[in-house]
């Protein structure tokens, strides 16, 4: 039976504070949880919206445990349910900012708050995917995000960072919603990435598509 979990404390302004405890946090989960392979890019699941979390207990506690270590496994930064299978609109997160600063959470149907003009300064850093191993491309995103959601008890959560941790919120919740990053991209720089894929060997347990 997995553990009740505990939620995070907030800030001044409603935001989760999730650099606390960040290492026993992490730990717990994974240690709970078993490591599942990554689906990958051309898999139904992860070219469609995903259902809604309805349904906030057991079950969605120990998924909630196997994506941290399926996400240890393959030494990612963040996961969303459909890259393990799961047709969930969960995803988890253990990702340094750009100051070094770790942040680890779990955010369940997220939504992307819309950024005024002034917030909008876009980033064109590298980006890549667990579930297009080993090609990365440029893409320019907004090097802060903020999102709303639930926690996995079902209480209503605030998430924010900036630069690489923006990405990650950001590329995370494009994927419950049916979107890899490759579909952001030119149709010849995701031809390139298709290529790194093809050319490349993941080095963690991916789902072969048949």
Excluded: W
């Excluded at 999730?18 to 990958?40: F, L």
């Excluded at 994927?175 to 390139?192: A, F, N, P, T």
């Amino acid at each position: 039976m997995a553990e009740q979990q505990t939620a995070l404390r907030v800030d001044d302004e409603g935001f989760v504070i999730d650099t606390e405890d960040c290492e026993e946090r992490e730990a717990a989960h994974r240690e709970r949880g078993t490591s599942r392979p990554i689906t990958v890019v051309g898999n139904p699941v992860l070219h469609k919206e995903c259902e809604d979390v309805t349904e906030f207990g057991e079950e969605l506690a120990r998924l909630v445990d196997d994506m941290f270590a399926s996400q240890r496994t393959a030494e990612g930064v963040g996961l969303a349910a459909n890259q393990i299978g799961v047709d969930l609109k969960v995803f988890v997160y253990d990702c340094p900012d750009d100051e070094g600063v770790r942040h680890t959470g779990v955010v369940c149907n997220p939504v992307l708050d819309e950024l005024a003009p002034e917030l909008r300064v876009l980033d064109d850093s590298n980006e890549g995917c667990l579930s297009v191993p080993t090609a990365y491309a440029s893409l320019a995103r907004p090097d802060y995000a903020s999102v709303r959601g639930q926690d996995v008890q079902g209480n209503p959560i605030r998430v924010r960072g900036t630069g690489y941790f923006a990405r990650c919120l950001q590329h995370e919740t494009d994927h419950l919603y049916g979107y890899l990053y490759i579909d952001r991209l030119s149709k010849r720089e995701r031809k390139d990435a298709l290529k790194q894929m093809a050319e490349g060997t993941p080095r963690y347990p991916v789902v072969a598509n048949d």
